[in-house]
């Protein structure tokens, strides 16, 4: 497709169970982030691909989350033993550059706004 | 630990009025940054990315302007519009340390009526 999509668009799940969120980044691009964003605040990172490789998942908040991108290009975000405080809206983004010196700008998914009961 | 802030947190204008939203961050070992923007319920749209090594940049209506020394950003919306309502998102990207994560201010949510 053209841009970033991502789905679910909403999940609600009870506490204690396990999600999946899935993203597909814009095709050839190399790079793929996940951002959390609380409501009312700004996207915080969570983990960085560079292809299939996690180069990064310092902003991962504990070891409930795990992320994977196995072929290079769809990625999943997956948590589990969902708590309430995981309830926020997941964000993707890709960009083309496969360093962190690329000026190459993020395109951003419209999210899966996850909601834990 | 770059933190950026952006001022207003909210902002209301009548239509026809030009206008600013202000970004700050306290690290200006900055590689780029890049203003976005949030519609309700969905992803951010990027509006303009400015290179540390510039001072401005300009697309249509909109002027952001980087001054990395004095960790100061600007975005400039001329003659707005109802359309222009959302929230605007500031991020900087920093040299070194993690693969190029984007650091994000709270947002301005601006409102402007017709």
């Known amino acids: 497709g053209a841009g970033v999509s991502q789905s679910p668009r909403y999940k609600v799940a009870k506490r204690g169970q396990d999600v999946a969120l899935r993203c597909d980044p814009i095709?050839?691009?190399?790079?793929l982030f996940w951002y959390q964003q609380a409501l009312g605040q700004g996207p915080e990172f969570l983990t960085y691909?560079?292809?299939?490789?996690?180069?990064?998942k310092s902003g991962l908040p504990s070891d409930r989350f795990f992320a994977e991108r196995p072929e290079g290009s769809v990625s999943t975000l997956k948590i589990q033993r969902t708590q309430q405080e995981d309830s926020a809206v997941y964000l993707c983004?890709?960009?083309?550059?496969?360093?962190?010196?690329?000026?190459?700008?993020?395109?951003f998914g419209d999210g899966t706004r996850l909601s834990i009961l | 630990k770059q933190e950026v802030t952006q001022i207003p947190a909210a902002l209301s204008v009548p239509e026809g009025e030009n206008l600013v939203l202000n970004c700050s961050f306290t690290?200006?070992?900055?590689?780029?940054l890049q203003w976005f923007r949030q519609d309700p319920g969905k992803g951010l749209t990027s509006l303009l990315l400015?290179?540390?090594?510039?001072r401005e940049q300009t697309s249509g209506r909109l002027n952001a302007s980087l001054d990395k020394s004095s960790g100061r950003s600007t975005l400039y919306i001329a003659a707005s519009q109802p359309g222009d309502s959302a929230t605007y998102l500031c991020?900087?990207?920093?040299?070194?340390?993690?693969?190029?994560?984007?650091?994000f201010g709270k947002g301005t949510k601006l409102s402007v009526k017709p």
């Open positions: 991020a900087v990207r920093n040299y070194g340390g993690s693969q190029g994560n984007l650091i």
């Open positions: 095709s050839g691009h190399v790079s």
């Open positions: 690290d200006s070992a900055i590689y780029n």
């Open positions: 983004a890709s960009s083309i550059g496969p360093t962190p010196g690329s000026n190459q700008p993020q395109h």
């Open positions: 691909f560079q292809n299939e490789a996690q180069l990064d």
């Open positions: 400015i290179q540390s090594s510039q």
